[in-house]
């Protein structure tokens, strides 16, 4: 049984190595540029937990498909974040939609993975919101209309994408 845990152990190790080398990178960086801080650089840290469930996923994909979600919202607000850092914060009163399109994103990514129609349903709902949203600060309704047409056209054809188990006769 020990033999069995020995892939395991060795992962989570590199795993954990590799979070801790890339933190002493992030720290020695911070020192050698001085323009980059870990006041800016401090959504990279949000990775670490990304690492921690892509291993969880990699080892049993099929139980641990939940974790899609939190590694896609995480990815996307440290991408997020850090553009913030970099640009302005102030930029959040005109880009705070992004909080909604991070879980409409994971929703999506879920459906993919496992081809479940009812991930579709919550991932619309936040990404068509969003787009509404985004119209309205930017007074233009064209990605709204993009948007609802290109979702309506994936609800339409999904079916005739679908194929039909037929059930096997066993003995």
Partial sequence: MSDKKKPEIKLGL??????????????????????LSVGKL???????????????????REKSVGV??????????????LWLNFTTWAY??????????GPGLGFLALYFATKKGEYLVPSFILLILSAIFYAAIIENT?????????????????????????PTAQG
């Fill in 42 to 60: 401090w959504p990279l840290f949000m990775l670490i937990p990304v690492a921690i469930l892509i291993m969880v996923w990699i080892q049993d």
């Fill in 14 to 35: 590199v795993v954990f190595g590799a979070i801790l080398v890339g933190m002493g990178i992030l720290f020695l960086v911070v020192n050698i540029i001085p323009y």
């Fill in 92 to 101: 959040t009163a005109t880009s705070w939609p992004n909080f909604l399109i």
């Fill in 142 to 166: 064209l990605i709204v209309g993009i948007l609802l047409v290109l979702m309506g056209l994936m609800l339409i054809l999904k079916p005739l994408f679908i194929k039909n188990k037929k």
């Fill in 68 to 81: 899609i979600l939190p590694i896609i919202v995480l990815l996307f607000y440290c991408g997020y974040f």
